[in-house]
């Protein structure tokens, strides 16, 4: 039996970023939920921590039971909050782009400094401030329309859900006493131009876990499914095929 998959989006998009990896998967039971203050849904809660109960509670809602969770950055950061409450949920992780530690204090204070400008001014700005770091430099000299969907999607962002976002990763607990406890099959991608998250933030989740596998994605950055969609497909369809044959 196929497992289904729950594809968890990264910050500031919404679950539309995942177009391409769902028709990739069509013959299954496919969730990509959008966070509170994404997408279509209206800003709520606050913490990673609820935003995993809307995940859980989406699961409920369609009759998952126990799914293949994919999240890339702020994605995976949820599926750690996933992982600590209700490990009997996930079948096995493919992680992107991502990192178990959490924010040091300059980055702390970043996240703040920001969710302030974002209330004060909206997110206007925040493609230019973000796009130089989430798209690799493959991506910005090669890819225009690349950087025209990912500049649209933050553009269109809801700013008190992207402020009340921002919160949220800044007040993220750290993942990595967790890592031990992951006794199903785990993948760390990552974009080998990702500067966000490089990829010894990766390599460090591998690491930790019990069996974990370390996947480059050459020619990508931090939003390495958007950016090379291809490559992303050919490693998120090999672990699946390898969960099918177990
Ligand atoms: C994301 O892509 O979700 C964000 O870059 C995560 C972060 O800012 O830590």
Same mark, same amino acid.
């Given at each position: 039996m196929s497992l289904p998959i729950v594809f968890l989006h990264a910050f500031p998009? =919404? &679950?539309?970023?995942?177009l391409d990896q769902a028709s990739a998967v069509a013959d299954r039971t496919v969730l990509a939920p959008d966070f509170p203050g994404f997408g279509s849904r209206p800003a709520g809660p606050s913490s990673l921590d609820e935003f995993a109960d809307v995940v859980l509670a989406d699961m409920d809602a369609a009759g998952v039971e126990r799914a293949v969770v994919v999240g890339l950055s702020m994605g995976g950061y949820v599926a750690f909050r996933i992982h600590a409450k209700r490990? =009997?949920?996930?079948?096995a992780l493919f992680l &992107? =782009?991502?990192? &178990?530690g959490p924010d040091d204090e300059a980055g702390r204070k970043r996240r703040a400094d920001q969710a302030e400008r974002v209330r004060r001014e909206g997110v206007a700005w925040l493609a230019g401030a973000m796009i130089p770091g989430v798209l690799g430099e493959t991506t910005r000299s090669e890819r225009p329309e690349v950087v025209e969907r990912v500049r649209s999607l933050v553009s269109g962002a809801d700013p008190e859900g992207v402020a009340r976002a921002l919160l949220a990763m800044r007040d993220r607990p750290d993942s990595r006493p967790q890592l031990e406890r992951m006794d199903f099959p785990v993948v760390a991608a990552v974009g080998e131009e990702d500067t966000l998250t490089p990829p010894a933030e990766s390599q460090a989740i591998v690491d930790g876990v019990p069996q974990g596998r370390f996947v480059a994605i050459p020619? &990508?950055?931090?939003l390495s499914s958007l950016e090379e969609p291809t490559r992303f497909n050919a490693a998120l369809g090999a672990f699946l095929a390898r969960l099918d044959r177990r």
């Amino acid at each position: 039996m196929s497992l289904p998959i729950v594809f968890l989006h990264a910050f500031p998009l =919404d &679950a539309s970023m995942w177009l391409d990896q769902a028709s990739a998967v069509a013959d299954r039971t496919v969730l990509a939920p959008d966070f509170p203050g994404f997408g279509s849904r209206p800003a709520g809660p606050s913490s990673l921590d609820e935003f995993a109960d809307v995940v859980l509670a989406d699961m409920d809602a369609a009759g998952v039971e126990r799914a293949v969770v994919v999240g890339l950055s702020m994605g995976g950061y949820v599926a750690f909050r996933i992982h600590a409450k209700r490990p =009997d949920r996930i079948a096995a992780l493919f992680l &992107a =782009d991502t990192r &178990a530690g959490p924010d040091d204090e300059a980055g702390r204070k970043r996240r703040a400094d920001q969710a302030e400008r974002v209330r004060r001014e909206g997110v206007a700005w925040l493609a230019g401030a973000m796009i130089p770091g989430v798209l690799g430099e493959t991506t910005r000299s090669e890819r225009p329309e690349v950087v025209e969907r990912v500049r649209s999607l933050v553009s269109g962002a809801d700013p008190e859900g992207v402020a009340r976002a921002l919160l949220a990763m800044r007040d993220r607990p750290d993942s990595r006493p967790q890592l031990e406890r992951m006794d199903f099959p785990v993948v760390a991608a990552v974009g080998e131009e990702d500067t966000l998250t490089p990829p010894a933030e990766s390599q460090a989740i591998v690491d930790g876990v019990p069996q974990g596998r370390f996947v480059a994605i050459p020619g &990508a950055g931090h939003l390495s499914s958007l950016e090379e969609p291809t490559r992303f497909n050919a490693a998120l369809g090999a672990f699946l095929a390898r969960l099918d044959r177990r």
